[in-house]
């Protein structure tokens, strides 16, 4: 906006000193031409000056140095309109008419003058007149604005507003897309997760295969997502041993799909699974490949597979591991029979007793056996068992063991039955292992 629109009493009084190349006629004072140029010096585009009366001259200074002050009357005359802007709307703009072409304003002008050379340096001390505001129409470019009042003006307002309200729709309209544009992925995404997920290989750890604390157990996961389209829900998910799915723990866990509908985040849960020595408290994401995969320095990953082979092969170990048990069970309780220790020792029996165990003949790793016939109590009953030729090795059944003590304490030596091999002992106390009823 011109600077003109801040001119006032008080501004034009302050105005800075103009230094003018025109020199008066007689040079002993500034004429009304350098008073006039003076002015017209800070004047804005479209206003003039048209004429300057000098009223009063004095020497304020000396004859040779001459501070020469007038009094003047000084006429203005607007050689364009003046409006001011009283509305826009982008790029209109609505205008209000401030002053007409040819109208003149007046006031008086209070200036100083000194002499430097032949011209004279004229500023203004005090300039009454009509605060002028606005600036010249021709500033404006044709098309770009309307007068208020105007069919012009009323149309411009009713189409920005028309185009605000238009914005606005496409806005909502857009948002409504990008909603239903994620809402189908979701869905599709969603859809594709319904079912049963399962391990199809073990929990991976920085790359590796995690093993519990036997250094044997590997870790399965299986996971269910229901049907529906929503973006959040709860996914039962079950920790369990892989070679004994039957060892399990429940996992507590909540989904998220993502955005773009390519993911799903699943908070977990979970008790920890002591066999495993694994606890699930991880934030774990698993994209449209099925890989399952948590943390970050710490790094877990295991393959899932949905409603194939992995989940079918962990439901007939379930089963058949449960109906094994069941069998053992109904075996146990046929002959009143308890669970087998690992070690005769930890049957803890009183001298010339006997009882029935429920035993499976799968030793652990690096157990021994010491006798034959008649075993040591730090002997591994079932690997005792395969000795005896009791039960072959993955075999189940109840089996009857006694325990004697002896006055003498002579070594029994050790033999090869069955591919194992016992070691010789000597003691007071022995043990004999014979079936009752093997589990079919």
């Known amino acids: 906006m011109n600077q003109w629109m801040k001119w006032s009493k008080a501004a034009i009084s302050t105005l800075i000193l103009v230094t003018l190349a025109a020199c008066s006629s007689g040079n002993d004072q500034p004429s009304e031409d350098d008073i006039k140029n003076a002015v017209a010096f800070t004047l804005p585009s479209g206003l003039e000056v048209a004429d300057v009366e000098i009223l009063v001259t004095e020497n304020a200074g000396t004859q040779v140095e001459p501070l020469i002050r007038n009094r003047s009357n000084i006429t203005l005359e607007f050689t364009d309109d003046f409006v001011m802007p009283v509305a826009r709307y982008d790029d209109k703009v609505v205008l209000k008419k401030l002053y007409e072409k040819g109208q003149e304003l007046k006031g008086t002008l209070i200036s100083s003058a000194r002499l430097k050379g032949d011209s004279w340096t004229v500023s203004s001390d005090r300039f009454d007149i009509t605060r002028v505001q606005g600036n010249a129409l021709s500033q404006y470019a044709e098309g770009s604005y309307a007068f208020e009042g105007t ?29 239903a544009e994620k809402a189908e992925r979701i869905a599709a995404f969603r859809k594709f997760l319904t079912g049963t997920w399962t391990a199809s290989g073990p929990m991976m750890r920085n790359g590796g295969v995690h093993t519990g604390r036997d250094g044997r157990a590997t870790a399965g996961l299986e996971m269910t997502f229901p049907e529906g389209d929503e973006a959040t829900g709860v996914v039962p998910m079950t920790l369990y041993v892989q070679d004994n799915p039957v060892d399990s723990v429940p996992v507590n866990a909540g989904f998220t799909v993502s955005d773009d509908g390519k993911s799903v985040k699943i908070r977990a849960r979970s008790n920890t699974h002591k066999a495993l020595n694994i606890y699930m408290n991880e934030v774990w994401t698993m994209g449209e490949d099925g890989v399952l995969q948590a943390g970050g320095r710490d790094r877990w990953t295991i393959q899932m597979e949905k409603d194939g082979e992995a989940t079918a092969a962990k439901k007939a170990a379930v089963e058949k591991i449960t109906a094994h048990d069941n069998a053992l069970r109904e075996l146990a309780t046929k002959h009143s029979a308890g669970m087998a220790p690992s070690r005769f020792r930890d049957m803890r029996m009183n001298q010339n007793t006997y009882t029935n165990v429920i035993l499976e003949a799968t030793p652990r790793e690096g157990a021994r056996v010491f006798g034959a016939g008649e075993y040591d109590e730090d002997s591994n009953i079932a690997l005792t068992a395969i000795h005896a030729g009791v039960l072959k090795e993955g075999e189940a059944g109840v089996v009857k063991i006694t325990y004697r003590r002896y006055k003498d304490r002579p070594y029994i030596q050790g033999t090869t039955a069955n591919g194992v091999t016992s070691e010789r002992f000597t003691d007071y106390g022995r043990y004999s292992i014979e079936l009752v009823e093997k589990l079919k």
């Not at 149309?155 to 990008?178: G, H, N, P, S, W």
């Open 151 to 179: 069919d012009e003006a009323a149309t411009f307002k009713k189409d920005y507003e028309d185009a605000l309200v238009k914005a606005e729709e496409e806005r909502q309209a857009a948002i409504a897309r990008a909603a």
